[in-house]
């Protein structure tokens, strides 16, 4: 009775948000984190206390600094809390969070969760070059929760080839809505960054959610918003554009989830778990 229960709120807290503006509310976030105001410094002291941020590693820990809520959201840290793993052909975290999902890509499929899977085709929006590529891959899903540094960095050296701006809803990407929701990933709003390095590809791909006020990048500035009306895909093989592991290449302006893919060159650890906290520059695996 009590799974029933539990499992019948989790479908009533994640099938309201079909009936949401997404965007619309996401763009009052935008607006609203983006804005000095009376209510800052209170906002973010609020946040801290519900959160439990750790002031200390933040590389500016005076909050009467921040000039905006987003400006504290985005926060740098102190050289050294992240500490990146120089194994050779070590490959590392993207993001501070907690892993939801992670393992071989099967029948062209990645795992949402016990139940549901995402075919690769659909989350990267039918580009025949990049599902072709991590047909027999790997994947690994990290949730960034409101506590987490919320800035994304390479898990391997590599270069920029191909992005993928792809329009779509903004689902919550809590534990509830993608129990819940079929296909949640490939429904909502993301970003499809592409890289090579040597013989191997992999994908940083920057899933949207509802208050995800904007997705930044290293090379290109904001990206969104604001959203497409069609997939806008970019190539960059042409330029020099490349980063060494562990270097950051964007960030979220609000919370979300990191889908990081591997082509077959690559292994997992053995020693993943679901619902572990990994931090950036944590290795997760190692190019064979």
């Not at 005076?62 to 905006?68: G, L, S, V």
């Not at 050289?79 to 999902?101: A, E, P, T």
Request: charged share 25%; proline share 3%.
């Amino acid at each position: 009775m009590d799974n029933y229960l539990s499992k019948a709120k989790k479908m009533i807290l994640s099938y309201w948000l079909y009936l949401v503006p997404h965007h619309l509310m996401s763009r009052f976030t935008y607006i609203i984190t983006r804005t000095h105001h009376p209510l800052t410094r209170y906002l973010i002291k609020l946040y801290i206390r519900i959160f439990k941020i750790n002031l200390k590693e933040c590389e500016e820990e005076n909050i009467e600094n921040y000039h905006t809520f987003c400006d504290f959201f985005t926060r740098k840290l102190k050289k050294g809390v992240h500490k990146i793993n120089q194994d050779n052909n070590s490959i590392v975290s993207s993001c501070d969070g907690r892993i939801l999902q992670f393992g071989k890509i099967t029948n062209e499929s990645i795992l949402q969760v016990k139940g549901k899977n995402t075919p690769i085709k659909e989350l990267l929006v039918n580009d025949k070059e990049l599902s072709s590529v991590y047909a027999n891959g790997s994947f690994l899903t990290i949730y960034l929760s409101p506590k987490d540094y919320h800035r994304v960095h390479i898990p391997f050296t590599g270069k920029l080839m191909k992005t993928l701006h792809v329009p779509g809803r903004l689902f919550s990407v809590a534990d509830h809505a993608v129990e819940c929701i079929n296909n949640l990933y490939s429904k909502n709003e993301r970003l499809v960054c592409h890289f090579k390095n040597n013989d191997s590809f992999f994908s940083v791909i920057l899933v949207g959610a509802i208050n995800v006020s904007s997705i930044e990048t290293q090379w290109k500035g904001e990206v969104s918003p604001p959203m497409p009306k069609k997939v806008i895909s970019t190539k960059y093989g042409n330029k020099n554009i490349s980063f060494d592991k562990g270097n950051e290449i964007g960030m979220f302006k609000s919370g979300s989830t990191v889908i990081l893919l591997f082509t077959d060159e690559i292994n997992l650890s053995d020693g993943l778990k679901i619902n572990q906290a990994v931090r950036v520059g944590q290795k997760i695996g190692v190019k064979i």
